[in-house]
């Protein structure tokens, strides 16, 4: 089955061995920018989110969310027959990919430099908890496991708080970046040396590079970092602020867009007050400042606040929830919900002019959808 959607990855051969998140997101920015993506699911269950909730239509949207466009196969990988068509599928392929403790596909046989042997074109592309380095390397890991490692659960939070996870799944979603980053720079390594590579991505190592704010602190203090809420570390007023009704955010990153607040919202002697002269004093008393703000913020509504803040120039939003978010005009100017298998998903966040951006694609495959058709052409 033939990948009919157009895209800068068109033609390019995928075959995916993830599961659960962190994998298939990576192979599912290729699958939307034009590369045929074959996954290979083990025999009997196939992906374990297969089995996950939420359930739309009968189909995990777990498993819709991250697999969609792609075509599935059901192999085991032991079973010498099956073996023979995965060793024909990446005689062919471009790329393969997949997120396996590290160790599991030496012992299978599969490894990079056995792969390679048998490809040398081939992008093998590897991604785990802890990478295939280091002493962590075989320690297990998901997504909560990593957050908690990595220092970013102990920073989120406020202050008399506990610490708490990012509020989605950040380790896998980063990890699944840099495997799409990784394998874009391999081709684009390919197509100057003729050489394949091997990509080898840590949730670990993505989550500390997202890290920034608290890493910074660290190096430049010697000290983790404490929890602050929602405000920022370094600039002020930045920050979530209650109204008479509801929160809203107001970011000031510099000096003029402070004095510019403090007009819009009737505050003027604020500009000149001597504790918030500059950001670094501002920082310095942003409790004190905050309280002022608030003070006058609850007077009125937030629609009024966001209206006078944002005609004088000063960024200012209200908090949305999920569903709000999803209904502004916005999102729907840049077609990031779409519907794949007649199911509302994300749409796909890179728009490169010159290639469509369709509001409907392929769904997820049911499991072995394509078996039979796929070892034909790989038998």
């Known amino acids: 089955m033939k990948n009919n959607k157009s895209g800068p990855f068109e033609g390019l051969l995928v075959i995916d061995l993830t599961h659960v998140l962190n994998g298939p997101f990576g192979t599912q920015m290729l699958c939307d920018l034009g590369a045929r993506v074959i996954k290979i699911e083990a025999p009997d269950h196939g992906d374990d989110t297969r089995t996950y909730g939420p359930y739309v239509k009968g189909q995990s949207l777990y498993y819709s969310f991250v697999n969609r466009g792609k075509e ?26 997949e997120n396996f403790r590290p160790g599991t596909m030496d012992k299978l046989g599969f490894s990079y430099e056995e792969l390679a042997s048998i490809n040398p074109r081939l992008i093998y592309a590897s991604s785990s908890g802890f990478g295939h380095t ?5 320690f297990p890991a998901y997504d909560t496991i990593i957050q908690a490692m990595s220092g970013i659960m102990m920073e989120t939070g406020f202050p008399d708080g506990p610490p708490v996870r990012v509020g989605t799944s950040i380790s896998d979603l980063c990890a699944g970046i ?20 091997h990509v080898d991505i840590a949730m670990f190592d993505s989550t500390i590079s997202f890290l920034e704010h608290g890493l910074m602190a660290y190096v430049a203090t010697g000290k983790a970092p404490e929890r602050i809420g929602n405000r920022h570390p370094y600039m002020s007023p930045f920050d979530v602020f209650n109204t008479k009704d509801k929160h809203i955010t107001i970011c000031c990153g510099n000096d003029s867009l ?11 002697l604020l500009v000149e007050d001597p504790r918030f002269l500059t950001n670094i004093d501002r920082v310095k008393n942003q409790a004190q400042l905050k309280e002022l703000l ?4 609850k007077e009125n509504n937030a629609e009024y606040w966001i209206r006078k803040i944002d005609n004088a120039g000063v960024p200012a939003a209200p908090l949305l929830n999920v569903s709000e978010a999803m209904q502004l005009p916005q999102t729907y100017a840049r077609n990031m919900l779409i519907e794949a298998g007649g199911i509302k998903m994300p749409g796909n966040p890179i728009k490169i002019n010159n290639y469509p951006d369709p509001k409907e694609r392929q769904g997820a495959p049911e499991l072995n959808e394509h078996g039979n058709e796929l070892r034909r052409e790989f038998t």
């Open 72 to 97: 599935s196969i059901l192999l085991n990988l032991k079973d010498n027959a099956d073996r023979a068509i995965f060793i024909n599928m990446i005689k062919k392929a471009d790329v393969v990919a």
């Open 134 to 138: 280091g002493p962590l390397k075989d």
């Open 178 to 197: 840099y495997m799409f980053s990784g394998i874009a720079s391999a081709l684009y390594a390919r197509e100057k040396t003729g050489q394949g590579a």
């Open 258 to 268: 402070f004095s510019k607040l403090c007009y819009a919202i009737e505050l003027p």
């Open 294 to 297: 608030e003070s006058k913020l």
